[in-house]
C-alpha cells in the first residue's frame, strides 16, 4: 500500500502530507488515521508510547471518546528527505464541558511508500473558555 505525497519530500508535496493529515485527524476516525502509519509504526505521544496500527487505533478511539468535538490544525514546520515537522494546535472540551486548547510539535518519518514509520509528539494543554475558542 502506498499512501502519496511519498518522500523525498517537495515544499509543495510537504504541504500535501500536512493538509492531508489534518484532514483525515478532523475525521476523528481512528481507522481511517491509522492507515496513514505503517503496520509497526512507533510513537511518542505526551509521555505515551505505541507500537503498531493497533495500539494506535485504539489510542486514537479513547482519545476522541475524552477529547469531545475536537478540532485540529497544523502548519508545516520545516521537512527534508522522509521527514517533516509540524507544529499544530487543536481545541477541545472534556466530559465537565471544560474547553482546552492543546499545542505542540510534531517530527514524522516515512517509510518509501509514504506510509508514517515514526511519529514524536510534544504536547501543553491550556484551559480556555468557549468565547477563546478560535477553531471554529
Known amino acids: 500500500m502506498t499512501r502519496p505525497p511519498l518522500p523525498p519530500f517537495t515544499e ?15 475525521s ?18 505526551r509521555d505515551r508510547f505505541l507500537t503498531g496500527r493497533t495500539e494506535i487505533r485504539a489510542f486514537l478511539a479513547d482519545k476522541w471518546e475524552r477529547e469531545l ?16 515537522s509540524v507544529r499544530f494546535e487543536y481545541e477541545w472540551h472534556d466530559a465537565a ?3 482546552w486548547r492543546s499545542h505542540g510539535n510534531e517530527q514524522w518519518e ?3 511508500d ?4 515514526r511519529r514524536e509528539a510534544s504536547i501543553n494543554d491550556v484551559p480556555i473558555t468557549a468565547e477563546d475558542r478560535r477553531l471554529l
Open 12 to 26: 509543495e508535496s510537504a504541504r500535501a502530507k500536512v493538509q492531508a493529515a489534518e484532514d483525515a485527524w478532523n
Open 97 to 99: 464541558g471544560q474547553w
Open 28 to 45: 476523528r476516525d481512528p481507522g481511517r488515521v491509522a492507515l496513514a502509519y505503517t503496520e509497526d509504526s512507533v510513537w511518542r505521544n
Open 114 to 117: 509514504g506510509l508514517m514509520r
Open 69 to 84: 468535538d475536537y478540532r485540529l490544525r497544523k502548519e508545516l514546520w520545516a521537512f527534508t528527505g522522509n521527514r517533516i
Open 110 to 112: 516515512f517509510d518509501d
